[in-house]
């Protein structure tokens, strides 16, 4: 059996704090992974799914949603620089782990979105698909991508013409277009092959 929340299941009167983790930024050219652990309360607000398969104002509704109801949330991050010089996986990995080691009260067991764990003490299962179908992954998964969005929107004010409010530094022909154009910025990841090949 998946605890999908807190919930009692070695006995009448122990209850299993349960966290959902996930992170979103594997893919863009720009900008930190980001990930974020939830361990859901009581009351669980409706509507949790995939943070992809939700609307923007989905998404925002349920950020502030999930933060004012959940026991506990967290975020945490990899830079780019330990992007470029651990790998994508790996750094991913590592911000699920500071996300996790951030909550406070501390989970009993924590469900991964994906199909690998980070290096940690945990009780944890990885579960492909998880932030679709396991509430508190779900809600991971949009305080994740919530709060990358928004640092990507703050950032193309700080590097415009790149087009980082719209795309979230995913390499669209726009913003490959853009890195031909404008060269590579500070925060772009110099591993990744589009800029790689630009340097």
Same mark, same amino acid.
């Given at each position: 059996?998946? #605890? *999908?929340?807190?919930?009692r299941l !070695?006995?009448?009167s122990?209850?299993i704090r349960?966290?959902?983790?996930?992170e979103?930024?594997r893919? #863009?050219?720009?900008?930190?992974?980001?990930?974020?652990?939830?361990i859901?309360?009581?009351?669980?607000?409706?509507?949790l799914?995939? @943070?992809?398969k939700?609307?923007?104002?989905? $998404?925002e509704r349920?950020?502030?949603?999930?933060?004012?109801?959940?026991?506990?949330?967290?975020i945490?991050?990899?830079?780019?620089?330990?992007?470029?010089?651990?790998?994508?996986?790996?750094? @991913?990995?590592?911000a699920?782990? !500071?996300?996790?080691?951030?909550?406070? =009260?501390? =989970?009993?067991?924590?469900?991964?979105?994906?199909?690998?764990?980070?290096?940690?003490?945990?009780?944890a299962?990885?579960?492909?698909?998880?932030?679709?179908?396991? =509430?508190?992954?779900?809600?991971?998964?949009?305080l994740?991508?919530? *709060?990358?969005? !928004?640092?990507?929107?703050?950032?193309?004010e700080e590097? #415009?013409?790149?087009?980082?409010?719209?795309?979230?530094?995913?390499?669209?022909?726009q913003?490959l277009?853009?890195?031909? +154009? %404008?060269?590579?910025?500070?925060i772009? +990841? +110099?591993?990744?092959? #589009?800029?790689? $090949? %630009?340097?």
């Amino acid at each position: 059996m998946i #605890p *999908t929340e807190n919930s009692r299941l !070695r006995g009448a009167s122990t209850i299993i704090r349960t966290a959902g983790c996930d992170e979103v930024g594997r893919g #863009p050219l720009a900008g930190d992974v980001v990930a974020a652990a939830v361990i859901l309360g009581s009351s669980i607000p409706e509507g949790l799914n995939d @943070s992809k398969k939700l609307t923007e104002r989905k $998404r925002e509704r349920l950020f502030d949603e999930i933060k004012a109801s959940a026991l506990a949330w967290s975020i945490g991050r990899a830079s780019i620089e330990e992007i470029d010089s651990l790998n994508i996986l790996h750094a @991913s990995l590592l911000a699920m782990k !500071r996300a996790v080691e951030s909550l406070s =009260p501390v =989970p009993e067991h924590v469900l991964v979105d994906g199909n690998k764990l980070p290096n940690w003490e945990f009780s944890a299962e990885a579960i492909v698909g998880g932030d679709g179908s396991i =509430p508190c992954i779900s809600a991971a998964s949009i305080l994740a991508k919530v *709060t990358r969005d !928004r640092e990507m929107i703050s950032l193309d004010e700080e590097y #415009p013409g790149y087009g980082l409010a719209k795309h979230k530094g995913y390499p669209t022909a726009q913003h490959l277009d853009a890195l031909a +154009r %404008l060269g590579v910025s500070p925060i772009h +990841r +110099r591993s990744f092959g #589009p800029v790689a $090949r %630009l340097i």
